[in-house]
């Protein structure tokens, strides 16, 4: 596995995230921030979505930047002629294939599908821009259907196809499986885009990696910063990249500012995550049916046995807080995830005494990446139960003290024995420590 170029979505799938309001300005910074780190492509919401999402695409794309400007828009006339006049390099356009959105989303059938899809990328190409066709839902769709759509549009001379796993239901295997099929069908790129409601999105992007980007031919992988997007999101721009550190870091390192990928997702957590009072969401949601629906709070919402098979019945927007509280009465804003892959505020902490001991001799015994490629470092934990005397040897160093390995071994039971008792914080750990070297120092005079 080797090349891959990477689809960044922040700012359209990510816009779709609960929380997301990104105004102009914060979008033109977060534009620049992933152009700095090195992405391939930058995706816009569609210019058709409002106004002003119209104007920040064009303003993005008087950036100037050196990744290639993308907007992701319906495959449909109407908006790919808005979206060539906006400046961007190329379009994104999609359509659901699956019974379940053909039939509950635009009814439309293959004929018509393919068809458009022909039309579309026809004008998009005619005005010399790069044009990727994607099949929403496409793990549920009709193989056959999927392969004809994909091979008459590559036919026409497209620029990528994509797949993509709208709900989240693909496995790694099945990943491999239709991505290996697709290579043998189309001549054209392959991207593809993988939700995370059961966790396999950066599996899934790797597998297709694993599968696409045989024979010199590249894979586009979409990501998110934070894997924000609908519902939980998507592949995670830092999880990919720890991925695709272990699995080749000389073209990782060689492609992208990894010592940048932090400030970028802090960027993003803080920007414009602003939650809307309740009731204004409620507002927003609309039913699609006219008229704004009554929704009502009701706690057997909570309640998982109890089936909800009525539309009307649903909730449409609503967010609790771990006590239950609706989400205009906590702070719903989006924090980095304790286990987030190199950043999350423990990722490069060790704790365990044998962990700590070996780290101490040679950090690449439990540390597959290494902190200082992203500009960060590791910790040694030793203020636990669970540490060991070459960890407190260590702190012990660090703190500018003196003792024999049979002193720190001693003083080690002195930390352990009180972080048997309660939580230790560094200060309780040193203090430990410090007086335990005075009683030292006093017993000599
Ligand atoms: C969505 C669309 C999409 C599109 C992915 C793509 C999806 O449902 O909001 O263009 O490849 O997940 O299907 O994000
Ligand atoms: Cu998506």
């Known amino acids: 596995v080797s090349r891959f170029k990477i689809i960044e979505s922040t700012l359209r799938e990510g816009e779709q995230f609960a929380n997301a309001f990104f105004d102009t300005e914060t979008k033109i910074q977060i534009a620049k921030a992933l152009d700095d780190f090195g992405v391939d492509y ?4 569609s210019p058709a979505a409002s ?23 319906r495959c449909h006339m109407d908006d790919a002629r808005m979206a060539v006049e906006t400046g961007v390099d190329g379009l994104d356009v999609v359509i659901g294939t699956s019974s379940y959105l053909r039939e509950h989303s635009h009814g439309k059938d293959m004929t018509y599908i393919i068809n458009t899809a022909i039309e579309v990328i026809e004008f998009v190409k005619s005005k010399g821009l790069e044009i990727r066709f994607s099949s929403e839902d496409s793990f549920r769709s009709n193989l056959v259907d999927l392969l004809s759509v994909y091979s008459a549009v590559d036919k026409v001379g497209v620029t990528r196809v994509g797949i993509a796993d709208t709900v989240g239901c693909a496995s790694p295997r099945q990943v491999y499986d239709l991505v290996r099929t697709l290579r043998g069908v189309v001549n054209c790129d392959i991207e593809t885009h993988f939700h995370d409601d059961t966790s396999c999105a950066v599996a899934n992007a790797y597998c297709a990696l694993e599968a696409g980007a045989t024979h010199g031919m590249s894979l586009g992988l979409d990501t998110s910063v934070l894997g924000i997007g609908e519902r939980n999101g998507i592949t995670t721009l830092g999880g990919l990249m720890a991925r695709m550190m272990v699995a080749d870091r000389d073209y990782v390192m060689s492609k992208y500012k990894l010592h940048k990928l932090k400030d970028l997702e802090n960027l993003v957590a ?10 204004s969401a409620l507002v927003l949601a609309g039913t699609g049916r006219g008229g704004i629906l009554q ?3 009701r706690p057997t919402i909570l309640n998982p046995s109890i089936p909800q098979t009525d539309p009307s019945s649903f909730p449409l927007f609503y967010h609790v807080d771990q006590f239950g509280k609706p989400a205009n009465e906590c702070a719903v804003q989006i924090n980095i995830p304790f286990n987030n892959p190199i950043t999350g505020f423990c990722a490069f902490t060790h704790k365990a005494g044998i962990h700590a001991k070996a780290i101490l001799n040679n950090p690449t015994t439990y540390e597959i990446l290494k902190p200082e490629d992203y500009g960060l470092s590791r910790y040694v934990h030793f203020a636990s139960r669970l540490t060991g005397w070459n960890a407190i040897k260590s702190r012990v160093e660090q703190l500018g003290l003196t003792m024999t390995d049979a002193q ?4 080690t039971q002195k930390v352990k024995a009180m972080a048997d008792v309660r939580p230790l914080a560094i200060d309780d750990a040193d203090s430990v420590i410090r007086t335990f070297h005075l009683n030292l120092t006093a017993d000599h005079e």
């Open 408 to 411: 720190v071994k001693l003083c």
């Open 51 to 73: 106004e002003q999402s119209r104007k920040d695409c064009e303003a993005i794309c008087k950036l100037g930047l050196k990744a290639k400007i993308l907007t992701h828009v």
């Open 42 to 45: 930058i995706e816009l919401t």
């Open 295 to 297: 929704a009502t709070l």
């Open 270 to 279: 803080d920007a414009g995550m602003s939650p809307l009072p309740l009731s």
